[in-house]
């Protein structure tokens, strides 16, 4: 009944705002994303190239022996872009490309021209169903929450908060939140943007990491629709966070890029983030993380390799597991939904690393396909 109930807010509120809408793309797809109308998302790996010339989302079918076979390739309607100083991560940002399992929907920045593209998914097929205004300057990652919605913009530093419904988003009133943060310069952009906006498991905090811009971890309340606080709850991180997700006790996971190191906090009913525990890896440039069956992986741009992480059970304590060597220039990862496959992108010749997690979070690699027009892009999403 809660879940009804939200949806009819939810609905009510997109009803309303449905005027500030932008007008889908040319050729997108008018029609609902009904669930239960269209097969579900599944045994898919989507691969975002950030191509300055048309962004697109390449797609690729998940075998069961974990190996990709091309798919499809599709337009977003938008294009990519570059900060300044990135090499093999123009957006240098984790989440750019984000799939929400609940309502069957893909959604993917473009960070070039300040827009969302939203996908629906049918198995490994996609279909476009709208372009809309981001809400700021160089989208680079988006966070999704039942029916809720955000984008975090870097170059302007800010947060647009949007309510999904029925395929489109629609922007809520007085969801815009500004970082605070001092504004890049050209030669500092790639360090000095934010890196990651992220939801909390339970719904009720918007997390955002600032990387080397004031090394801090922003938490916003999300109240009512999903309205945010009118500031965040800033906790300093020395490390330079950067990249985030959640382990199975709900404790925020970080990967901070200064130091190099995995870091766990507890998030405080008050929006502080209280540190647990951090440890080193030894390697270069350690910027985002994915988990799988329990283990963490920090991709290391710098080293070509992935840092391995044990958790002690819900405790948020840490024991760095050893190295997995990638392709050159390791970025964004994500793991398949039945937790069995990691897919990493290597954005130095824009190549994705396949690998099987086995017993205690060893990876086994099992191949690689190189993703056309992709060399520096990021985002990745696995079904």
Not at 27 to 50: E, K, L, W
Request: glycine share 14%; net charge negative; hydrophobic share 40%.
């Amino acid at each position: 009944m809660k879940t009804l109930a939200r949806f009819s807010l939810a609905a009510g509120a997109a009803v309303g705002l449905s005027a500030l809408v932008l007008p889908a793309v040319a050729g997108a797809d008018p029609s609902p994303n009904i669930p239960g109308f269209a097969q579900r998302g599944d045994h898919a790996v989507f691969v975002q190239t950030d191509n300055t010339a048309g962004n697109q989302v390449v797609a690729y079918h998940r075998n069961a022996n974990g190996t990709l076979a091309p798919a499809g390739t599709y337009a977003t309607g938008g294009l990519g872009g570059v900060l300044n100083g990135s090499a093999v991560d123009h957006l240098a940002s984790q989440g750019s490309l984000t799939y929400d399992p609940a309502q069957n929907e893909l959604y993917a920045v473009n960070a070039g021209s300040n827009t969302v593209s939203v996908f629906s998914v049918n198995g490994d097929q996609l279909s476009l169903r709208q372009v809309i205004n981001s809400g700021g300057q160089f989208p680079v990652s988006v966070a999704v929450h039942g029916f809720n919605v955000y984008v975090l913009n870097a170059l302007s530093a800010n947060v647009q908060g949007f309510v999904s419904f029925f395929g489109h988003l629609v922007p809520l009133p007085g969801s815009n939140r500004s970082l605070g943060l001092t504004v890049p310069t050209d030669t500092n952009e790639f360090t000095h943007t934010p890196g990651q906006v992220a939801v909390s498991p339970n719904g009720a905090d918007l997390i955002v990491t600032t990387k080397l811009n004031n090394d801090d971890i922003d938490v916003f309340h999300i109240g009512f629709l999903g309205t945010l606080s009118p500031s965040p709850v800033v906790t300093p991180d020395p490390g330079g966070p950067f990249g985030v997700t959640f382990d199975a006790a709900g404790h925020l996971v970080v990967a901070n890029t200064a130091s190099n190191s995995l870091a766990t906090y507890a998030l405080e009913s008050n929006g502080t983030a209280t540190a647990i525990d951090t440890v080193l890896d030894g390697q270069a440039a350690t910027c985002w993380v994915a988990g799988a069956q329990g283990s963490f992986f920090g991709s290391n741009a710098g080293s070509a390799d992935l840092s391995g992480f044990q958790e002690q059970p819900f405790s948020g304590v840490l024991t760095l597991a050893g190295e997995t060597p990638t392709d050159g220039g390791t970025v964004d990862a994500a793991a398949s939904l039945d937790q069995e496959f990691l897919y990493v992108q290597t954005g130095a010749n824009g190549i994705v690393d396949e690998f099987q997690v086995g017993s205690g979070g060893t990876l086994n690699a099992i191949g690689s396909v190189t993703v056309p027009g992709a060399v520096g892009g990021e985002g990745i999403a696995a079904l």
